[in-house]
């Protein structure tokens, strides 16, 4: 069944000249991890937006086409009801503290009181959501007092606790360092494993690669390729589209120009050492 | 939408669920029987002792400074009172009488300094003046000390007070150490830069464009993120909202604010019928 569904979705920001979003079609799987790419300005987080439903009702501009997440159109859903089924995860993780809470604990349960859960369902959620996320060990720590990486995963511990179906992931590990980037894709694959889908704006294809079931190639506001990581980073769209392919696709591309070929495209390093030393590469004579 | 299993029944926009109905609730205590009383207790209490300073100036501003001093000394907060109240409130109000006495004109001159020349119906009206300002002053550090701002706002969620309205009370409040770590952040950036930000004052004066600028246009964009991430998690969402704390309001509080009422109508009756006479 599919979790999120686009049709013909074109989309022009207020003041705009142009549309930002070109005749998106586009269907998501329930429980697939589905990575957007992209170059700057390609439409990637309007897309986004658009899924979160903040295009058109927060941005406003001209909007056209359906959103539907569920099978059921956003369209005349409000926000709030939208926060519901869908979640949202910015990448700069100052602005996503609530700004009222003095604990981790409160900031985790924030959400969740708005929403009008029980208090005991409260309490059971946080502490099962905190190590999770592994962060019980700052449960009492003022978020605002936690260096960037922890904020993050603070922000997407606060969202992912909420339990929507649909969580949309824009670009959060573009301010933090390598070992906290692989602690909040650890923690958005946990997710991932609970049945929720994944809809994610990231640079580091490294990760792209490792994680998604199908990546999007955004490109002027369309969608130039659609397919396995495999498929798309293997496509001659994404050269063409300035996109910095995964470190194991490079070196086999570059490996092939030398003459030594290798079968199926490894999308981790290790995938591709493990072809090399298997003897499956081909040198060519 | 399909309402999800997050979501139980929702009545009207904007409330809180009695917070009292669950046992996953707690009361919110700090261990001391002033900071425990009910913040509106501490708002008719300090309120009170300022309108007291305020109609009887110089009669009952050692009262009520001494009533102010007692209970923070009560709260455990004496040392913080005191020295917020000599460094702000009383240099305030010796700068005022100081004023008063040199620069009100009057016909008893009671002594001569280099070009100004005191008088004692300056020195009577910066009494007057100083005494209210001394009062009121000790009423608000009173405040300053016993209240705690997470209660207030609780007991204002509590009283029916919107989710909006105490959302901005606290993110306003907070927002000043927020914006500090920031500064820290730009001025570390603008010394990379070779902005120079640790030296005389002329210097560090000159440091304020460059970081002021950044953080204010931060904030700016900050603001787009920030109303985002609380629609995303429900803040606009229709119904009742959960409270995991509480505040008591006890029937001591209640008796309380009952008796500061009585005691404000009888002042209030005495300074008229003193002002008649």
Redesign the interface.
């Known amino acids: 069944m599919d979790s999120v569904t686009l049709t013909d979705v074109t989309y022009t920001y207020p003041g705009s000249e142009g549309p930002v979003l070109r005749d998106i079609n586009l269907s998501i799987r329930a429980g697939e991890f589905c990575s957007i790419i992209g170059p700057n300005g390609a439409g990637k987080t309007t897309l986004c937006a658009a899924i ?1 439903g ?1 295009v058109p009702k ?1 941005y406003k501009g001209d909007f056209e086409g359906t959103v539907r ?2 099978g ?1 159109d ?1 369209a005349d ?14 990448q ?1 993780p ?7 809470t ?1 604990s981790v604990y ?1 900031e985790l ?12 369902q ?2 059971e959620r946080v502490e099962g959501m905190l190590e999770l996320a592994g962060i019980t060990a700052f449960r009492d720590r003022d978020p ?1 007092q936690l260096s960037g990486g922890q904020q993050q995963r603070v ?1 997407l511990a ?2 992912l606790i ?4 649909v969580i949309v992931i824009d670009e959060p590990t573009s301010q933090l360092d390598p070992q906290s980037t692989d602690d909040v894709f650890a923690l958005i694959e946990a997710a991932q494993k609970q049945g929720r889908t994944i809809v994610l704006v990231e640079h580091k294809m490294g990760h792209v690669a490792r994680y998604s079931d199908r990546v999007v190639l955004m490109g002027e506001g369309r969608i130039q390729a659609i397919g396995t990581p495999a498929d798309v980073f293997t496509d001659p769209a994404a050269a063409s589209h300035g996109i910095t392919l995964p470190e194991s696709i490079e070196l086999a591309q570059r490996l092939a120009g030398h003459g030594v070929t290798v079968p199926g495209s490894p999308l981790t390093v290790p995938a591709l050492i493990g072809a090399l030393s298997g003897g499956s590469h081909h040198v060519a004579d | 939408m399909s309402a999800s299993a997050v979501s139980p029944a929702r009545t009207s926009r904007g409330s809180y669920s009695d917070p009292r109905e669950s046992p996953a609730t707690e009361v919110l205590r700090t261990g001391n029987g002033v900071r425990d009383l009910n913040p509106a207790t501490q708002l008719s209490l300090a309120g009170g002792l300022a309108l007291t300073a305020v109609l009887f100036g110089p009669l009952c501003m050692v009262i009520v400074v001494t009533i102010c001093l007692v209970l923070s000394a009560l709260a455990g907060r004496a040392r913080p009172f005191l020295t917020l109240f000599t460094r702000t409130i009383l240099i305030l109000g010796i700068a005022i009488v100081a004023l008063q006495t040199f620069f009100v004109p009057g016909t008893t001159e009671l002594f001569s300094w280099w070009l100004f020349t005191a008088t004692a119906e300056g020195l009577a009206a910066g009494i007057q003046i100083a005494s209210r300002v001394l009062g009121v002053g000790a009423s608000v550090i009173l405040l300053i000390q016993i209240l705690n701002l997470d209660r207030l706002v609780l007991d204002m969620e509590q009283r029916g007070m919107s989710p909006r309205a105490t959302y901005v009370i606290t993110a306003t409040v907070n927002i000043i150490p927020q914006m500090r770590k920031q500064m820290g952040v730009i001025m570390d950036a603008q010394k990379s830069r070779g902005v120079e930000t640790d030296s005389n004052l002329w210097v560090r004066t000159q440091a304020f464009v460059p970081t002021i600028g950044p953080l204010i246009l931060n904030s700016i964009m900050g603001v787009e993120e920030k109303a985002l991430t609380l629609e995303s998690r429900g803040f606009s969402a229709t119904g009742t909202r959960t409270s995991l704390r509480y505040v008591e309001d006890r029937p001591r509080d209640k008796r309380l604010r009952v008796l500061i009422v009585c005691a404000l109508v009888a002042i209030i009756g005495v300074r008229i019928v003193l002002w008649i006479l």
């Open positions: 979160r903040f927060f997440i569920k059921e956003i859903a409000s926000i709030g009801e939208i926060a519901r089924d869908v979640g949202f995860v910015f700069n100052f602005t996503q503290m609530s700004g009222i003095a409160d349960a924030f959400g969740l009181r708005n929403l009008g859960v029980p208090p005991a409260i309490r605002f922000a606060a969202m909420m339990e929507q179906d």
